[in-house]
T-cell receptor, first 111, second 115 residues
Framework: QKEVEQNSGPLSVPEGAIASLNCTYSDRGSQSFFWYRQYSGKSPELIMFIYSNGDKEDGRFTAQLNKASQYVSLLIRDSQPSDSATYLCAVEGESGYALNFGKGTSLLVTP | GAVVSQHPSRVICKSGTSVKIECRSLDFQATTMFWYRQFPKQSLMLMATSNEGSKATYEQGVEKDKFLINHASLTLSTLTVTSAHPEDSSFYIC???????????FGPGTRLTVL
């Protein structure tokens, strides 16, 4: 059973702070890793993807991947109330293109 | 861009009827599309993988005779919920994989309510 684990939260951070979201996965053969944001009642929206170990930055978002530890994280700098949403970690296995999703971490950015 | 549309966005039907949901990739060709279901406060659950021109691959526990999937072209996949029952009420979301990338782009979802 391929598992993707996330802390359900809620994670509460003040506006302007850094939000750190974490995800672990069980399939050591996983190749690609994705972070999606989902607002209540809406479908997921792709934020970032990462394939290689290390950091990848895009605006206020930084994805970090450590394949040896089977760990991927998302940092959100200068958090805004509009960042309040559920963040889904998704992992693509080596055998195909289907994504395994974690249950998501609820983020609340307080003004 | 990578835009995926779904139709209808919301449907209410009586128990026993069939409901068809369309998923279209608007600005790219999608060799593979995926159908997910999401119950309230739960994560996305993959139902099936749909490849253009071939039979869909269903996840364990998903009844292929109840959830009919057709991927007739590179831009259109349909999910038909046959003989729907109240327990089928859920948020159904499709995604499309862009052929040159690994990212999946999601449609806006269809909220199905079976009375």
């Amino acid at each position: 059973q391929k598992e993707v684990e996330q802390n359900s939260g809620p994670l509460s951070v003040p506006e302007g702070a850094i939000a750190s979201l974490n995800c672990t996965y069980s399939d050591r053969g996983s190749q690609s890793f994705f972070w999606y944001r989902q607002y209540s009642g809406k479908s997921p929206e792709l934020i970032m993807f990462i394939y290689s170990n290390g950091d990848k930055e895009d605006g206020r978002f930084t994805a970090q991947l450590n394949k040896a530890s089977q760990y991927v994280s998302l940092l959100i700098r200068d958090s805004q109330p509009s960042d309040s949403a559920t963040y889904l970690c998704a992992v693509e296995g080596e055998s195909g293109y289907a994504l395994n999703f974690g249950k998501g971490t609820s983020l609340l950015v307080t003004p | 861009g990578a835009v995926v549309s779904q139709h209808p966005s919301r449907v209410i039907c009586k128990s026993g009827t069939s409901v068809k949901i369309e998923c279209r990739s608007l600005d790219f060709q999608a060799t593979t599309m995926f159908w997910y279901r999401q119950f309230p406060k739960q994560s996305l659950m993959l139902m099936a993988t749909s490849n253009e021109g071939s039979k869909a691959t269903y996840e364990q526990g998903v009844e292929k005779d109840k959830f009919l999937i057709n991927h007739a072209s590179l831009t259109l996949s349909t999910l038909t919920v046959t003989s729907a029952h109240p327990e089928d009420s859920s948020f159904y979301i499709c995604s499309a994989r862009k052929s040159s990338y690994n990212e999946q782009f999601f449609g806006p979802g269809t909220r199905l309510t079976v009375l």
